[in-house]
């Protein structure tokens, strides 16, 4: 069965809405929403038909495409998933599908053989790799850092396009120490990785603070249609982080000189993966390393120099020599009996 992109988005933007539990969903909600992404992403202005959305979701329920969606009605009006982690995006791909992918592959490897895509070897490998384990029954040839329990991965496509757009959202969230989640307005910038989690740069319509927001703490995120969008004034957020490890920063943050001491064995680790790119080798001896990087202190920092244990000494600023020692010490009396 061939299917064209404009059903695929469909099929996207309704398993989105029913994986979202914090809202019920008619018939009616659903027109809306995939109308309101079509105008978004293809400037359709007609939207679509209710018998359209009702075909697209007997196809979901159907195994036409493989998906075989649980899509159950409640109350005789409000559509969900029968089945609490179902998305259609976690479904099989048909043969066809595997044709074209291998395809976009090999395109991609040639690319990358005439260094048009430099940055892109590690997604071509990951890529290539999960397409032969999904054909093939075998075991893994390359691994990468993963975290099967990490959520809200799927978030990253419609926040990437939320920036693109300068949209405002609404971000139903809920943080390490909230008792509850809550849902709020905010201004998206940026989307950063750190350690194998994403994280959204982003300013709240009742603060002028920007916020790092964990995706894997967010429940919902939709457009906030009602609420203008405001740019961040006199940030560079293609800069931004240039003197951070990890996310944790302040507009007013700026970077300290931090000069570190290694010992002789993890010498050689240091300099051959730097802890920042602005690291400098300012003295070698018997004894070990000096370097020197400017960065802003951050929590990030902190636990990168703690993971080194005894084998780093911080040389300064004060503050964070300081830092450091106060945490040790904490650690330490975690032995005393």
């Known amino acids: 069965m061939s299917v064209n992109k404009l059903a695929l988005i469909r099929y996207k933007v309704i398993d989105d809405c029913l994986r979202n539990k914090m809202r019920k969903w008619t018939l009616e909600d659903l027109i809306d929403k995939v109308s309101d992404v079509l105008y978004e992403r293809e400037g359709i202005e007609n939207g679509v038909s209710k018998r359209t959305i009702q075909g697209d979701i007997q196809i979901m329920r159907s195994d036409k495409l493989g998906y075989n969606a649980p899509i159950e009605v409640a109350e005789r009006k409000f ?3 029968s089945e609490e982690d179902f998305s259609i995006t976690k479904a099989p791909i048909s043969e066809a599908d595997v044709d074209k992918l291998k395809e976009v592959i090999d395109l991609l490897k040639q690319f990358n053989a005439f260094n048009y895509l430099d940055d892109m ?22 691994q990468f850092e993963e975290n099967a329990q990490l959520k809200g991965l799927h978030f990253i496509t419609p926040l990437y396009q939320y920036i693109r757009s300068q949209k405002s959202i609404a971000i139903n969230y809920r943080s390490f120490k909230a008792q509850a989640a809550a849902t709020k307005i905010y201004y998206p910038y940026l989307l950063k990785e750190y350690r194998n989690r994403w994280f959204l740069i982003c300013a709240s319509k009742k603060g002028k603070e920007l916020y790092n927001l964990a995706l894997d703490r967010m429940i919902s995120v939709e457009e906030a ?11 560079d957020f293609e800069r931004y982080y240039d003197e951070v490890i990890g996310v944790t920063k302040s507009k007013t943050d700026r970077a300290h000189k931090v000069v570190l001491h290694f010992n002789k064995s993890n010498s050689p680790y240091v300099l051959t993966k730097p ?12 004894t070990g390393i000096l370097i020197r990087i400017d960065v802003v202190l951050n929590f990030e920092l902190e636990r990168e120099i703690l993971g080194f244990g005894e084998s780093v000494k911080v040389i300064s600023p004060r503050l964070l020599e300081s830092r450091i020692k106060k945490r040790l010490q904490y650690a330490s009396d975690n032995y005393l009996e």
């Open 225 to 235: 249609k009602d609420e203008p969008f405001f740019a961040y004034e006199g940030v």
């Open 121 to 142: 070897s590690e997604m071509i490998a990951r890529l290539e790799n999960n397409l032969y384990k999904s054909t093939r029954q075998t075991i893994n040839y390359i």
């Open 275 to 286: 802890i920042h790119p602005s690291q400098q080798l300012l003295k070698e001896d018997e």
């Open 79 to 81: 559509y969900f998933y």
